[in-house]
């Protein structure tokens, strides 16, 4: 079966540039999507389609998907940003989501 | 306002069923792909199934085939989960979420419902 490998964790400062990554075989060739989920709360759409941004999600957030990474980029990172993030893909009729990625903003 | 509100969750004992169901307002469930994802308890993300707009092609994870089932009922805007022969690991906060496609294969859950708890245990 199809598998999505993302980093446990990140850390970032305020303000700075933060990066999480999606790997998974081929995974350019397919669609990926990023979730961003607080604790406590439901999972909201952050990026679909590679890097389309969800309504209302601020510019800082972006995405892009080539060879076997899809790439989840915060510029100017905030407070607020810290949460967990997941990707996802289809493939064989089956919805894939990575692991998840703890974003701490120290 | 587009709106998921889910609703069925509880405790049941190993072996026993269940029926989940969501709520939609603000649009109508054959314009778009539906799913329920599941997430166990401090841990990710678990895809369990999806329908497409007009209820042609449904999936499944293999962790839940043969076990449960996904339906509509359109004329109340309602997507089901009937969740069967439940087992321990099946205990988790069940979503249903709206795709932002017919097919549920091209786009993403863009909206998702605030989750119902599903626990296994005798």
């Known amino acids: 079966s199809y598998e999505l490998t993302q980093p446990p964790s990140v850390s970032v400062s305020p303000g700075q540039t933060v990066s999480i990554t999606c790997s998974g075989d081929?995974?350019?060739?397919?669609?990926a999507s990023w979730y961003q989920q607080k604790p406590g709360q439901s999972p909201v759409l952050v990026i679909y389609?590679?890097?389309k941004r969800s309504s209302g999600l601020p510019e800082r957030f972006s995405g892009s998907n080539s060879g076997n990474t899809a790439t989840l980029t915060i510029s100017g990172t905030q407070a607020l940003d810290e949460a967990d993030y997941y990707c996802q893909t289809w493939d064989s009729s089956t919805v894939v989501f990575g692991g998840g990625t703890k974003l701490t903003v120290l | 306002e587009v709106q998921l509100l889910e609703s069925g969750g509880g405790l049941v004992q190993p072996g026993g069923s269940l029926r989940l169901s969501c709520a939609a307002s603000?649009?109508?469930?054959?314009?778009?792909?539906m799913g329920w994802v599941r997430q166990a308890p401090k841990k990710g993300l678990e895809w369990v199934s999806t329908?497409?707009?007009?209820?042609?092609?449904?999936y499944y994870a293999g962790s839940v085939k043969g076990r449960f089932t996904i339906s509509r009922d359109i004329s109340e805007n309602t997507l089901y989960l009937h969740l069967n022969s439940l087992r321990a690991e099946d205990t988790a906060v069940y979503f249903c979420?709206?795709?932002?496609?017919?097919?549920?294969?091209?786009?993403?859950?863009?909206?998702w419902g605030q989750g119902t708890m599903v626990a296994v245990s005798s």
């Open positions: 081929k995974l350019g060739d397919k669609y």
């Open positions: 329908v497409n707009s007009n209820g042609g092609s449904i």
């Open positions: 603000g649009f109508t469930l054959s314009s778009y792909a």
């Open positions: 389609q590679d890097k």
């Open positions: 979420a709206k795709d932002c496609s017919t097919t549920g294969t091209t786009c993403a859950f863009d909206i």
